[in-house]
């Protein structure tokens, strides 16, 4: 692999104390430019990793290393994370003491989801919420990876490590497995035969590793694809990002 190539990173998140959790544990898949995949696909936890890397590089060459490939040094990665990456400013708000007015639906609570959520929820998406579906757990993982590895927005939904090595969106696998493009998208991998129905028909122990994949193909997208995914409208808070799903996914509004 050349110096400096880009590798594209998906992260389905499992707790913290996910170890002896058979049907949800971290996953990661690797691919690179060309959407082949890199090295092997990987199940465990990933909380090792977080706490013995001291910089982004660190945990670059982790993951990758996971995934049984030996890193340069040089990767650039962008890297596709679900699980929710921000919480709520209405939340953050009322653990200040500012409450809001009134509250009606659930999916319309501003404690409960982000702008993004109630985006996505009028367009037929139905994501979960870290309040009231307990992936709490989850989410406090990858808001710690940005927290440690890249804390600094460089657009809404995008956060970057400082040196840039590192970018990290929120990505969410169960609409893009519905989608036309990504169905399209998936059978252009290449990968060993050996991998094939660990990822296009997993078993329930395998499913995690699936959505990790589909994360994966995420980032790619972002920059090979760029018209298949939805990104922000202008007025979307950036404190709270945004989750990067197919447009074919969404309902039309």
């Known amino acids: ?43 465990g936890n990933l909380r090792a990793a977080l706490n ?4 982004s590089r660190d945990l670059i060459n982790s993951l990758v290393g996971l995934c049984q490939y030996a890193a340069s040094g040089n990767e650039r990665v962008v890297m596709a994370i679900d699980t929710p990456l921000a919480l709520p400013t209405a939340l953050l708000a009322l653990a200040k003491g500012d409450a809001v007015e009134a509250l009606g639906r659930s999916q319309d ?15 037929g998406v139905t994501p979960l919420s870290p309040i009231k579906d307990m992936i709490g757990s989850q989410a406090t993982k990858g808001m710690h990876l940005l927290a440690r590895f890249a804390p600094h927005i460089a657009a809404c939904g995008q956060w970057q490590s400082a040196e840039g090595a590192l970018s990290v969106v929120e990505g969410y696998p169960t609409p893009a497995k519905r989608s036309a493009a990504f169905a399209a998208l998936r059978h252009q991998v290449t990968m060993p035969s050996e991998f094939a129905s660990m990822l296009h028909q997993p078993t329930p122990k395998q499913q995690d590793i699936q959505d990790a994949w589909h994360c994966a193909l995420l980032a790619w997208s972002l920059e090979h694809a760029k018209e298949t995914v939805a990104w922000p409208p202008a007025d979307m808070p950036a404190a709270e990002g945004w989750i990067f799903v197919p447009c074919d996914s969404l309902s039309v509004q």
Do not use: H, K
């Open 109 to 123: 609570n501003p404690y409960l989801y982000r702008e993004t959520e109630r985006w996505l929820f009028q367009r």
């Open 1 to 43: 692999m050349s110096v400096s190539e880009s590798l594209y990173i998906g992260w389905d998140v499992g707790g913290w104390n996910c170890d002896n959790n058979p049907t949800s544990r971290d996953a990661l898949v690797v691919l690179d430019e060309t959407l082949r995949l890199v090295g092997t696909p990987w199940r």
């Open 52 to 55: 013995e890397s001291l910089t």
